[in-house]
């Protein structure tokens, strides 16, 4: 029923009440179907209480907060010492705190730094998937301390010495040296200002000086600054190496990590972004000299995996957004969502969210399995860049069109999809843009050429009866493995993920296998949503599962 309020000098009516205080568990069917599905079904009651704390109306005013008020550089102390530290808002430490005791920046990782069990990359995915439609700016810290991991196991002497407070879920923001405090973040400066794809082109260097190295350049993008320490690529004797530089030196003084500036960002405003000049700064080597680039590869995995989650998530926030309003705003006597070219258009929608929700949690099961399965390994590498192309390509033009659907409602500030939409390019961009995730799947394909066809068939037969999955993995095959893949990788790498999300729905959601298969692998959906071949009768099943009525 709509509210009605009177007050001077006009009656309100025929707003929709705000989405708060919701479950954003349970009222998401696609998502507690991959949950279920990829092996977490025994974690859905404590999701559900995520879903309920993370879904409050005083989590979303939090959001606004942190985001409204954004950090602050503060180079020096009152006295004039170089300090180099950032402010930030309490709301976003309230985030940071919460998103630590949930253990979403170390879960998957034991008390020795080693996987933890499945179903952790699901159980954590699903955490995540809930954080990113509530606040997205401090998840940066979180997925960085959780991808570093990965990277530090080439360097088992320095994991040991940090793992314990890395593992820590009690969220310790003072400015110390690691070895005092309850919990450490890591981060990660790798893009300079002549590139951030090439990394080889570093020009930051690293001499071997006492227990590490000294390190003199700059990073042109350092997230997070206050981050407790720092993976970073530098050049060394022996070539591009990986080291991780500490805020406090070993002797306890101030690391000279030189913040010059915070970006002024287009979204991610919670969170600080630095430019940062290092002046024979202390570091530790990780991993050989001149191996720089093998060793962060399993920290750009995550991270992308990372990335994926976060669309997602976002993308479902936006769905939930633009259906809630749908069903409460009148327009010629009908609910909006009851008008059948909106019905159609949020069905269409729908069926994306869909998509992009049990494909995320499947690749977050082949996480989960890639270390006893080789099949599951070589899934995770070839379709976590495709994955990540599609979704987090897709979800700034899908929130434009739920921010639409709200009319002149949907572009202030007071609603969230302002925020989102401004959010959305980065997951995109970072770790590796679009172009380059097509070329990642490119090298998986020309390096590890029987793993990959061992995977398309795979999908295929997942997929099982629907049609077009045979058609689309030889497309796949032919097109990347062809003399022009590379100017022709857009198009395979896009149908890749769509046929990788058909073979997670066809396990997860069967009844929107069918579906997603006639409006995105069969016929391809116009430029834009709402011009798919969807019946009413899909239409009602997929609003239902988007939202409770
Ligand atoms: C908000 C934000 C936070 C960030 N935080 C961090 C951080 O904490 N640490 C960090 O290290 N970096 C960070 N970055 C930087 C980010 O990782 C880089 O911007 C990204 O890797 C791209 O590098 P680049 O900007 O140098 O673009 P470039 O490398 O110049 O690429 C430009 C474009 O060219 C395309 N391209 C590149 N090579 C090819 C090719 N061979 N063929 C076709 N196309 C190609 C790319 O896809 C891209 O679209 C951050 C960026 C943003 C926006």
């Known amino acids: 029923m709509t509210a009605q309020h009177r007050i001077e000098p006009h009656d309100i009516f025929n707003q929709s009440p705000p989405y708060e205080d919701v479950d954003l568990f349970t009222s998401d069917r696609a998502l507690s179907d991959a949950v279920q599905a990829n092996g977490a079904a025994g974690e859905a009651d404590a999701l559900s209480g995520f879903g309920r704390r993370w879904g409050a109306a005083a989590m979303f005013d939090a959001a606004r907060l942190a985001n409204e008020n954004t950090p602050n550089l503060k180079i020096f102390d009152t006295k004039g010492f170089r300090r180099d530290t950032v402010e930030f808002h309490p709301a976003y430490h309230g985030f940071m705190a919460e998103s630590m005791k949930a253990g979403l920046h170390a879960s998957t990782w034991t008390a020795d730094g080693s996987r933890a069990a499945a179903p952790s990359e699901v159980a954590r995915a699903a955490r995540y998937f809930m954080v990113a439609q509530v606040e997205n700016g401090h998840m940066c810290p979180i997925t960085m301390t959780r991808a570093c991991v990965g990277a530090l196991a080439v360097e088992p002497s320095i994991l040991h010495k940090l793992i314990g407070k890395i593992t820590s879920r009690t969220y310790d923001a003072s400015f110390r040296p690691w070895w005092e405090k309850d919990s450490i973040t890591l981060g990660m400066g790798m893009t300079e200002k002549q590139g951030g794809t090439d990394v080889r082109a570093n020009t930051t260097t690293a001499m071997p000086s006492g227990e590490g190295y000294i390190i003199t350049g700059h990073k042109w993008f350092m997230s997070a600054p206050m981050c407790d320490a720092f993976l970073i690529l530098a050049q060394a004797p022996g070539g591009l190496t990986c080291f991780l530089m500490p805020r406090f030196r070993p002797d306890g003084s101030v690391n000279a990590l030189r913040l010059q500036r915070l970006k002024d960002k287009l979204g991610n405003r ?43 998530g976002m993308m479902r926030m936006a769905l939930a957004q633009a259906l809630h309003h749908a069903r409460h705003r009148t327009v010629f006597q009908k609910h909006l969502a009851d008008q ?17 929700t049990a494909l995320t949690m499947r690749l977050c099961r082949s996480f989960d399995l890639a270390a006893s399965d080789a099949n599951e390994a070589a899934r995770a590498r070839l379709l976590t860049p495709a994955v990540k192309y599609w979704i987090c390509k897709t979800a700034p033009g899908f929130i434009y069109e739920a921010m639409e659907c709200l009319g002149g409602n949907g572009y202030v500030e007071e609603a969230p999809l302002a925020r989102l939409y401004r959010e959305a390019p980065v997951n995109a961009i970072w770790e590796g843009s679009g172009n380059v995730m097509c070329l990642d799947v490119l090298r998986a394909v020309s390096r590890e050429g029987e793993a990959a066809r061992a995977v398309l068939a795979d999908l295929v037969r997942q997929c099982g009866d629907l049609p077009g999955a045979k058609e689309a993995a030889a497309f796949i095959g032919k097109t990347l493995s062809g003399a022009d893949g590379e100017a022709q990788a857009r198009a395979a790498v896009e149908r890749l993920a769509l046929l990788a999300a058909a073979a997670a729905l066809s396990n997860s959601a069967p009844s929107v296998a069918e579906p997603f298969v006639r409006a995105r692998l069969l016929a391809r959906r116009g430029g834009t949503f709402g011009t798919s071949d969807i019946s009413r009768t899909e239409v009602t099943m997929l609003s239902e599962r988007a939202l409770p009525a």
């Open 270 to 312: 919670s969170n600080a972004s630095s430019e940062v000049e290092f002046v024979d700064a202390f570091a530790w080597r990780v991993g050989e000299e001149g191996r720089g680039v093998r060793t962060i590869i399993e920290m750009v995995q995550l991270t992308r995996v990372d990335c994926v989650i976060s669309s997602a």
């Open 340 to 356: 059948p070219m909106m019905g159609a258009l949020l069905a269409d929608m729908a069926l994306e969210v869909e998509g992009a």
